[in-house]
């Protein structure tokens, strides 16, 4: 296996990861250590080129420094890629090689699981390596985060509607969630207890059958979920999807998902906030995950407490992050990364 440092300026360490016996092509990053040791999932995706993958490692572990910031957890922000199919070339070698390239890191990394990845992935990881949670067993271990991940993403909407609405009911209230997957499904399942309509769009079509079924859900193509007539948008499937093109055909007032960076970029916080769109920053709506995961990372012994009150203290957050913006007639992201950026100042969670 040979790893190579990648030379940076905005991030503290950087690895492109080879191995060629097994296949093997990845990126961890550790943008920051300065709130504890750099937290943030694997995610594997085919990637056209290790180019886009680099990218996304970027953005995505800086994402972690801001949501873990946010979520009040003692922990810094890192994140791994893997350039592949999961569905084809995900194999326990592979997993192992990727475990011992984060062990070499001595735990300034901790991986759990993102896009593409399962507890059981995990498992196969933690074969060669202690830096890794989201553990399927074990006496910390914390499962899978996208139940919490979607509880706070509930949160986060209810929040958004009661600030614009003055009531955090979703009776009969429309939802557009775009993607069906762990965090997406039990998204739906909670919008759906509370009576909100859902529609949907999944590039996996099992899963809008399934959806259909489930949730009496109405479904649009993958294209069309930007334009459709609703009160609200929940993104959860992959970043970049607010930007210049799709801005513009949303006919929500709020956008509130669990997505990891949604905004492809400032501009676009700007450009929602332009169009009176509320948007409830992602990495404050679906810091739940992560607050799951650092049970685990932290060895937490009241695992349901400590989640509880870290929740309790999210949602709070992004209630202050609302009224701000609104008070300084601002985009809520705006407020949301300067709020992260006074903690990280403070050097506290
Ligand atoms: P997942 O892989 O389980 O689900 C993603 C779903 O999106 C799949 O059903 C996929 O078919 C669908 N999809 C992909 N591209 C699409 C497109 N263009 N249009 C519509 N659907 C599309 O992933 P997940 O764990 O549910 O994560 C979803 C998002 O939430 C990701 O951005 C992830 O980084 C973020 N996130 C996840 C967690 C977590 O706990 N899993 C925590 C925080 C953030």
Request: with cysteine; aromatic share 6%.
């Amino acid at each position: 296996m040979i790893i190579t440092p990648v030379p940076t300026s905005s991030h503290e360490e950087i690895y492109y990861v080879e191995d060629a016996a097994t296949g093997l092509l990845g990126y961890i990053a550790v943008h920051s250590t300065q709130l504890g040791p750099a937290a943030g999932g694997l995610r594997m995706r085919p990637y056209q080129t290790p180019q886009e993958a680099l990218t996304d490692v970027k953005r995505l572990s800086q994402g972690m420094t801001y949501k873990n910031a946010a979520a009040g957890l003692p922990l810094g922000g890192g994140k791994a890629v893997i350039i592949g199919d999961p569905g084809r070339d995900k194999t326990p070698e592979l997993l192992h090689a990727f475990g011992r390239a984060i062990d070499t890191l001595q735990g300034r990394y901790f991986t759990a699981e993102d896009m593409g990845m399962t507890p059981a992935d995990m498992a196969h990881l933690a074969a060669v390596t202690p830096f890794v949670a989201g553990l399927p067993s074990g006496k910390f271990a914390s499962g899978d985060p996208s139940p919490i991940t979607a509880r706070g993403i509930f949160n986060a909407i209810c929040t958004a509607q009661k600030h614009l609405c003055g009531s955090a009911d979703l009776g009969g209230v429309t939802v557009a969630v775009q993607g069906l997957g762990h965090v997406g499904w039990h998204l739906c399942r909670r919008l759906s207890s509370a009576g909100a309509n859902l529609v949907v769009a999944d590039t996996d079509d099992s899963r809008i059958s399934k959806a259909r079924t489930v949730f009496e859900a109405a479904a649009v193509a993958p294209d069309q979920i930007y334009s459709v007539q609703a009160d609200i948008f929940a993104p959860c499937a992959i970043g970049g999807i607010l930007n210049a093109d799709t801005i513009p055909q949303l006919k929500v007032s709020i956008v509130a998902g669990g997505a990891n960076n949604q905004l492809a970029s400032a501009q676009d916080g700007r450009a929602l906030h332009a169009r009176s769109i509320l948007y409830a920053p992602d990495f404050v709506a679906n810091g739940g995950g992560i607050i799951n995961v650092a049970t685990e990372i932290l060895k937490i012994s009241n695992r349901a407490e400590f989640v509880e009150e870290k929740l309790m203290a999210l949602d709070l957050t992004m209630q202050a992050i609302l009224t701000q913006a609104r008070a300084e007639n601002t985009c809520p992201d705006a407020v949301a990364v300067a709020t992260v950026q006074a903690k990280m100042a403070r050097g506290i969670a």
